[in-house]
């Protein structure tokens, strides 16, 4: 058996950044499970992912810390202040679980989570996400493009939108006893939206399995749109013809459209979008058009109106 040598520093010295980047070069070393054990104690605490390629994303922003990560959430289903989801997730069961695939589709299919987990590799993106009510994070998600899962079903010419859903069962999500949205949570992408490289289905976070609060087992991160069109806890992926009508549309379609574009520009019908609160931090800095990411993705909407397609 080898052993290995641990750092010469001190576990209250490293912040959870330098611990996961530390980590991950243990890791590599190890390949073994006391180590990892030993290091998961401090700070990360969930089951870890094997096989993950290593980020190529050049996003010089900080990593938000993983307790922030983990405990400032948004996810009505399990109550609506911050700390209520790692409070109360804990109730959702991630195993069976089954994603449906169907619509405007070749070949719908209902597919194992553990199946699913086999389609495409693992990646490691370091994205931001923006929430419309003007907060921000930077996290090492881990998952594989939606259009690997797409290209399995085969959509139809007909297939222009995508439309998903979130898990409905007020006994594992106590928060659908209240009607704070019209459950199941719906979410909803315009079909080269999903197909687009940088939209991510997501299985975890920070190396681990993602946490029950942050969507587990598998939700949908679209880093250039507001935090809400990132989906959690997926049971079904419907392909339609027409657009769809998300759970926030129909609780403030003054204040949430369809598209949800991160916009310093165009105001929040109750708030400016012009700046945001990045968790960990004190002042607040400039929102930016598309989160960031506008070179990618800001010929999808080439000749659209921004502000009236909000
Ligand atoms: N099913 C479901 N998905 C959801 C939500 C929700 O309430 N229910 N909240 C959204 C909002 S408003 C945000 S900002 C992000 C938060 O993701 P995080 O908690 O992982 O940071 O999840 C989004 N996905
Ligand atoms: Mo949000």
Redesign the pocket.
Known sequence: MTTYKLPPIQSSEITPRELFYNRRRFMQLAAGASLTALFSDSVLAGEQLANVKKSTDSLADELTPYKD?TTY?????FGTDKED?SKNAGSLKTRPWTITVEGEVNKPKVFDIDELLKLAPLEERIYR?R??EAWS?VIPWIGFPLAELLKQVEPTGNAKFIEFI?LHDPEQMPGQKSATLNWP?KEGLRIDEAMHPLTLLTVGLYGEVLPN???API?IVVPWKY??K????IVKIRLVEKQPVSSWMEAGPNEYGFYSNVNPAVDHARWSQAKERRLGDFLKRPTLMFNGYGDQVAQLYAGMDLSKNF
């Open positions: 990560v959430n948004n996810f009505y289903e989801p996400l929430c419309v994070m979130s949570y609060q942050n969507g939700r935090g809400f990132s989906a959690k806890s």
